[in-house]
């Protein structure tokens, strides 16, 4: 009888066991997820330390959260030898992902990224190469992975078939742009920079369309990529493109990702539209659905929170490496994220020569 219990109860002990996290840069607007998984009383990780080579930034960001300087490392090397993580999550440059896999791969250590995956195609394929050596997971976070209405957008559409076949996508994500908005100067630095995150909008925001898109395409590459370009605001981002759009065309749909540091205000909005009705999914807790006849009848859902596991980047995490979840063609795997980073490097490249860019298949 004590073994059955035991058996019984083994599971809830295991998923009780908090992660230990490190991580990797403190340069991303985006670290902010981590001070707030910190101080939340039920904790899916625990955060072991921080390794960022700008110690005076390291430092003061710390104390601006009134973090120890303890948990402060000049180098990823020295945080892993010292604290023995069991993932890192890299809040660095998009150029610096690569070593951070490079790092932490052959130690079997995990890595979760802030999008997108890889800053072009050859830091892609180098990290392929790592991952099929050292076979660790790897993964991408994405804000919109946690809202519940992709949840249920992936439910009505793949499940219940509630809007028949998909015919055309359009995905709208980005701000007023990163300056406008106030962000740190270690984050605009290498944001604005077309090396360290290979492109301005295209990239900060044409991955979330790009994701999403190879997501509800079950990982399936588009034949084609399309892309348009400009600069309107070249005395503030003289290096990049603020305004980006880009056509994905597959076989019976088309996406249209609509990238832009010009939006009046903040969105992150996908249209979904099929043969019978139309979604439009955002961060709010309701989606607006479409179906009916011709003219349409309107109506609002009511969503449901997400499971704890899926609720934010922490928490699945910790799901995905104590093997609760397995990331296969989710939002974050690695396989769908590959795709993701064909798709920009085919749209930069559309962007550049003014031509349609075929895929390989």
């Known amino acids: 009888m004590k073994k059955l219990l035991l058996l019984l109860f083994l599971p809830f002990i295991f998923q009780a066991k908090p992660l230990r996290v490190g991580i990797a840069g403190m340069t991303h607007g985006h670290v902010g997820q981590v001070y707030t998984a910190i101080k939340k009383p039920q904790q899916d990780v625990i955060i072991v330390g921080f390794a960022e080579p700008n110690k005076e930034l390291g430092l003061a960001l710390l104390k601006k959260q009134n973090l120890p300087d303890s948990l402060w490392f000049p180098s990823l090397e020295a945080l892993i030898a010292k604290t023995k993580p069991e993932a890192i999550a890299a809040f660095n440059s998009i150029y610096?992902?690569?070593?951070?896999?490079?790092?932490?791969?052959?130690?079997?250590?995990?890595?979760?990224?802030?999008?997108?995956?890889?800053?072009?195609?050859?830091?892609?394929?180098?990290?392929?190469?790592?991952?099929?050596?050292?076979?660790?997971?790897?993964?991408?976070?994405?804000?919109?992975?946690?809202?519940?209405?992709?949840?249920?957008?992936?439910?009505?559409?793949?499940?219940?078939?509630?809007?028949?076949?998909?015919?055309?996508?359009?995905?709208?994500?980005?701000?007023?742009?990163?300056?406008?908005?106030?962000?740190?100067?270690?984050?605009?630095?290498?944001?604005?920079d077309p090396v360290l995150n290979g492109g301005g909008a295209l990239i900060d925001f044409g991955c979330y369309g790009a994701d999403i898109m190879t997501w509800l395409m079950?990982?399936?590459?588009?034949?084609?990529?399309?892309?348009?370009?400009?600069?309107?605001?070249?005395?503030?981002?003289?290096?990049?493109?603020?305004?980006?759009?880009?056509?994905?065309?597959?076989?019976?749909?088309?996406?249209?990702?609509?990238?832009?540091?010009?939006?009046?205000?903040?969105?992150k909005d996908t249209e979904v539209y099929g043969t019978k009705g139309i979604l439009v999914a955002d961060k709010t807790n309701k989606m607006r659905y479409v179906t009916g006849d011709r003219f349409g009848q309107e109506g609002m859902l009511s969503l449901d929170p997400l499971p704890h596991d899926v609720s934010n980047v922490f928490p699945y995490l910790a799901a995905v490496v104590q093997g609760r979840i397995k990331p296969q063609k989710d939002l974050s795997s690695f396989e769908i994220n590959q795709v993701v980073v064909e798709i920009l490097e085919a749209a930069r490249e559309s962007a550049k020569t003014g031509k349609k860019v075929l895929l390989q298949h």
Request: proline share 7%.
């Open 96 to 192: 610096e992902h690569l070593e951070v896999v490079k790092v932490c791969a052959p130690k079997g250590i995990h890595v979760i990224v802030e999008k997108p995956l890889a800053v072009n195609m050859d830091h892609l394929n180098q990290m392929k190469a790592l991952v099929a050596k050292n076979p660790i997971h790897l993964l991408t976070n994405f804000e919109t992975t946690w809202y519940p209405s992709h949840a249920k957008m992936w439910q009505m559409v793949k499940e219940e078939k509630a809007l028949g076949t998909i015919r055309k996508v359009v995905i709208m994500d980005g701000h007023r742009g990163p300056q406008e908005i106030g962000c740190a100067p270690e984050f605009l630095n290498w944001l604005t």
């Open 218 to 267: 079950d990982g399936k590459r588009p034949l084609a990529v399309t892309a348009v370009t400009q600069q309107l605001k070249p005395d503030v981002y003289p290096n990049v493109d603020d305004e980006a759009s880009i056509i994905l065309t597959y076989p019976d749909c088309q996406a249209i990702i609509q990238a832009s540091w010009n939006w009046p205000f903040d969105r």
